[in-house]
């Protein structure tokens, strides 16, 4: 199962873009990448999924380089309602799925 | 589209007692997975199902927790002999996998078990 390390946490400010970068070293030939948002006492919501190079939708977009052993999600003109854990994942299916502690994102007005 | 539904929101118990939740997965979605998430950390994979068939169970599942999905529509998760430490976020996630890699689970919003 394919480790990801993120940061613990992240502070922004209102109308900035933020952005978290993930490390998965191991990341295996059939792996993608995918990014979920959590606000307290909810479950976790799907953001954006890449395999490489970039994927943009309406809410953010995902950087992936060449090598795809990191990744970074890019949330553009941050408001406070983004304030939540966001949580990297590598693998192939949702079974190999590990979720790590996330990076817990605070947005400051 | 309703999403994932899950009931009830919240439960508390006393130890030593037996509770279930049940999931209500998307309609068309023939995955099904349970997690559980504590304070600070993330969903920890429980089970998971394909249809009706329970295709795997994490060592964390002890032999007080069991799980079923019987027509491969809702599914039921049952925590029998409640301990405290059973006190968790107990989430359902559901997907429409078809055999490709870039599987995306939806979540429900969870059921906050408290056990006293």
């Known amino acids: 199962l394919a480790k990801t390390t993120q940061p613990i946490s992240m502070d922004s400010y209102e109308g900035q873009e933020v952005n978290i970068t993930c490390s998965h070293n191991n990341i295996a030939t059939n792996d993608y990448i995918t990014w979920y948002q959590q606000f307290p006492s909810q479950g976790p919501r799907f953001i954006i999924q890449?395999?490489?190079t970039k994927v943009t939708n309406e809410v953010a977009s995902l950087f992936i380089p060449a090598d795809r052993k990191s990744s970074t999600l890019s949330l553009p003109r941050v408001s406070l309602s983004d304030t939540a854990v966001y949580y990297c994942?590598?693998?192939?299916?949702?079974?190999?799925?590990?979720f790590g502690p996330g990076t817990r994102l605070s947005v400051l007005p | 589209d309703t999403g994932v539904s899950q009931n009830p929101r919240h439960k508390i118990t006393k130890r030593g007692q037996n509770v279930t939740f049940r999931c209500d997965p998307i309609?068309?979605?023939?995955?099904l997975y349970w997690y559980r998430q504590t304070l600070g950390q993330g969903p920890e994979f429980l089970t998971y199902f394909q249809n009706e068939a329970q295709l795997e169970k994490s060592r964390l599942l002890s032999d007080r927790f069991s799980a079923e999905r019987p027509k491969g529509s809702f599914s039921t998760l049952e925590i029998q002999r409640t301990e405290q430490g059973d006190s968790a976020m107990y989430l359902c996630?559901?997907?429409?996998?078809?055999?490709?890699?870039?599987?995306?689970?939806?979540f429900g919003s969870g059921t906050q078990l408290s056990v006293l």
């Open positions: 309609s068309e979605h023939n995955r």
């Open positions: 996630a559901s997907s429409l996998y078809h055999g490709t890699t870039n599987e995306k689970l939806f």
């Open positions: 994942l590598v693998g192939d299916y949702g079974r190999n799925f590990v």
């Open positions: 890449g395999y490489k």
